[in-house]
């Protein structure tokens, strides 16, 4: 299993420490909710000293067309609303799977399939995860 390169390239920022409240948070996930992402699960990654971020958003979508569509909303929304830009974005060619990095929290996008074979809750299962309807 190949590593994504954006997260193998770059340190985690230790200037702000975000939370579940944090605007950036509930904007990502309104706009996965807004573009009818399924399976919306954020990862708890501030205990776990490995990690490369504070908080992993996973969600999937059924389609590359619904994949992308997620992917470009949260951009847009958090852009709109918090003034961010990702750091880093992957998987727009083949939209089976769209990172998009905000350094200290990271979006995943997939489709069913590859949620299944990448199976990041189990990976980082000492993360506390919370699932968002």
Not at 32 to 48: A, H, P, Y
Request: with cysteine; proline share 2%; aromatic share 8%.
């Amino acid at each position: 299993m190949a590593t994504l390169s954006v997260l193998s390239s770059r340190k985690k920022s230790t200037v702000t420490r975000l939370n579940r409240n944090s605007k950036i948070f509930k904007t990502i996930i309104k706009a996965i909710q807004d573009k009818k992402g399924e399976n919306i699960t954020s990862l708890d990654l501030r205990k776990v000293p490995e990690a490369v971020a504070d908080f992993f958003i996973i969600c999937q979508a059924t389609s590359t067309t619904q994949v992308k569509a997620i992917g470009d909303f949260v951009q847009h929304e958090v852009e709109q609303h918090c003034g961010e830009k990702p750091y880093k974005h992957e998987g727009y060619q083949q939209s089976h799977w769209i990172l998009v990095d905000y350094v200290n929290i990271v979006v995943h996008v997939m489709q069913p399939d590859a949620r299944a074979f990448y199976n990041i809750e189990d990976m980082w299962s000492d993360a506390e995860a919370t699932g968002h309807s």
